[in-house]
């Protein structure tokens, strides 16, 4: 069992830079693949970022790309999602994802992940 705390939310103005953490207990995710999917409202959930085990290897959804930077400290357990030049359609509740099949690779699809966090709200003002 793998229990997941999202924090750092929060509203910010269009342009605006927020910090997302995810603080991982109950095993170990150095080995794990992790993620950040984002649902906004109405609209289907959906793959934002994510890195392997290592943090050697880094995945984005096209929309981010050069704004979001996720990263991760093994020695923590702890997985975070840096969020600069915020648009208000990042709009979303964020959730943190782990996926503890040990695959190399990062999946896209939301039925590729085990454990989910409660989210956190991230709101972005025009």
């Known amino acids: 069992q793998v229990q997941l705390v999202e924090s750092g939310g929060g509203q910010v103005q269009a342009g605006g830079s927020l910090r997302l953490s995810c603080a991982a207990s109950g095993r170990t995710i150095s080995n794990y693949v992790m993620g950040w999917f984002r649902q906004a409202p109405g609209k289907e959930r959906e793959f934002v970022a994510g890195?392997?085990?290592?943090?050697?290897?880094?995945y984005y959804q096209d929309s981010v790309k050069g704004r979001f930077t996720v990263s991760r400290d093994n020695a923590k357990n702890t997985v975070f999602l840096q969020m600069n030049n915020l648009k208000p359609e990042d709009t979303a509740v964020y959730y943190c994802v782990v996926d503890i099949n040990n695959r190399e690779y990062v999946s896209r699809d939301l039925n590729g992940y085990n454990y989910w966090g409660q989210g956190t709200q991230v709101t972005v003002s025009s």
């Open positions: 890195i392997n085990w290592s943090g050697a290897y880094t």
